[in-house]
Structure formats: structure tokens, C-alpha cells
């Protein structure tokens, strides 16, 4: 699986993006997919993900109510919707895929991962 992130930007405090990542390779609904973050100085850390069948979520607490994950299965697609952005959201975001339909929270648990895309909120 080949993923491919994309959407990242510069936006101001307030502000919103969608980031998109694509994936290649068949039977894309039996896998979870997940968004990490990683802001300089400080450890990648899980934002979202959602399983490959029923669509279950899973979100850190400090993206709850401002953050969206959804997935077009049948684009090979993941989205993570972000609303009501803040400057410490600012970090690069990674997309990640795992072999298995469900939710992983952790980075270990993840077989494949995109390249990032930085995110810049301004104050």
C-alpha cells in the first residue's frame, strides 16, 4: 500500500483544511486508517483514525468537536476534516494504514505510512 498525503497549508487561527490522503493497492475497506501529527521537538502523536468497514472514529481529546475523520472507500481515500484550528495544531501530518479493519491508536501498530503534509496555523 502506497499512501499519498495531501491538503496542508498555511491558514490563520480560526481557520479551517481538509487534508486528503490517497491510497494505492487492492481491498482498501479491510484496512484502518489513522492522521498522526508531529510537531517540532516533540514525539509523533495519534490525532484520528477509523476502521475499514463500519467506519468507527477515534479521536484525541484535544482535536474532539474540531476534527473530522471520514473515508471514501470506494476512491481509496481518508479525509480529516479540521475546524476551529490553533497554533499548537501547527505540525506535519501523516496518514497511515494498517492491515487490519479496525481502530489503532498507537504509531507501532501501523504497517504503512505516507509522506506528511506541514500545517501552519497562524496566531
Known amino acids: 500500500v502506497q499512501l499519498q498525503a495531501s491538503g496542508g497549508g498555511l491558514v490563520q487561527a480560526g481557520g479551517s483544511l481538509r487534508l486528503s490522503c490517497a491510497a494505492s493497492?487492492?481491498?482498501?475497506?479491510?484496512?484502518?486508517m489513522g492522521w498522526f501529527r508531529q510537531a517540532p521537538g516533540k514525539d509523533r502523536e495519534s490525532v484520528a483514525a477509523?476502521?475499514?468497514?463500519?467506519?468507527?472514529?477515534y479521536y484525541r481529546g484535544a482535536v474532539k468537536g474540531r476534527f473530522t475523520i471520514s473515508r471514501d472507500n470506494a476512491k481509496n481515500t481518508v479525509y480529516l476534516r479540521m475546524t476551529s484550528l490553533k497554533p499548537e495544531d501547527t505540525a506535519v501530518y501523516y496518514c497511515?494504514?494498517?492491515?487490519?479493519?479496525?481502530?489503532?491508536?498507537?504509531?507501532?501498530?501501523?504497517?504503512?505510512w505516507g509522506q506528511g503534509t506541514q500545517v501552519t496555523v497562524s496566531s
Open positions: 493497492g487492492p481491498t482498501f475497506s479491510s484496512y484502518g
Open positions: 477509523i476502521s475499514g468497514s463500519d467506519f468507527s472514529t
Open positions: 497511515a494504514a494498517v492491515a487490519a479493519d479496525g481502530i489503532v491508536v498507537f504509531s507501532a501498530g501501523y504497517n504503512y
